[in-house]
């Protein structure tokens, strides 16, 4: 052997309470998206909205607001989109509806308050499409949705004290249910 040539050293175990985390995770804020960019306020994504977002929810009505998405979602009482929104409509569907206001084009949606409120179903606007979205369970943006009353089986929905709160509140801001 030269004298380069040393015997390896034979590791010490240790126990596992004397071991330095060799992987710590770092704890996401709750202002950081999975992928680390910051998510914008309930401020920042009110600035983004379009002209025709009224009656804006509130920060905690748009908390609750996707709270009931998400449970409506889950007992499949949800039509997600425009094209689903009108048809279900057409097919005599009442409920709450619930869109986004930073929808650019704004034609995309502009019919929708007008057709709202013919068939007299109260509507909110929420700041954003992305959240909404996340709230519906989809990977895409979503512009509008339409929670129903009860499920296709006829039972109640999930949230209903939390629907029945943003009903009133939604029906605060109808012009047709004022009277002058």
Do not use: W
Request: aromatic content about 4%; charged content about 35%; some cysteine.
């Amino acid at each position: 052997m030269s004298d380069t040539d040393e015997p390896k050293a034979k590791k010490q175990k240790t126990s596992k309470k004397d071991r330095k985390p060799t992987g710590e995770k770092k704890e996401k804020k709750a202002t950081e998206n999975a992928d680390g960019t910051p998510t914008p306020t309930y401020e920042e994504r009110c600035l983004a909205i379009n002209i025709l977002a009224s009656p804006l929810a509130s920060k905690k009505s748009t908390k609750r607001a996707h709270k009931l998405v998400r449970k409506a979602t889950q007992s499949k009482s949800l039509r997600r989109g425009v094209k689903e929104l009108v048809k279900g409509l057409r097919k005599g569907d009442k409920g709450l509806a619930i869109l986004a206001g930073d929808v650019f084009p704004i034609d995309v949606i502009s019919h929708l308050p007008v057709l709202l409120e013919e068939h007299n179903i109260p509507y909110l606007f929420v700041p954003s499409k992305r959240d909404l979205g996340a709230a519906a369970c989809t990977k895409r943006p979503t512009s509008c949705v339409l929670v129903k009353a009860k499920t296709s089986e006829g039972k109640e929905i999930d949230g209903k004290d939390i629907f029945d709160e943003l009903v009133a509140e939604a029906k605060e801001y109808d012009p047709n249910s004022r009277t002058n």
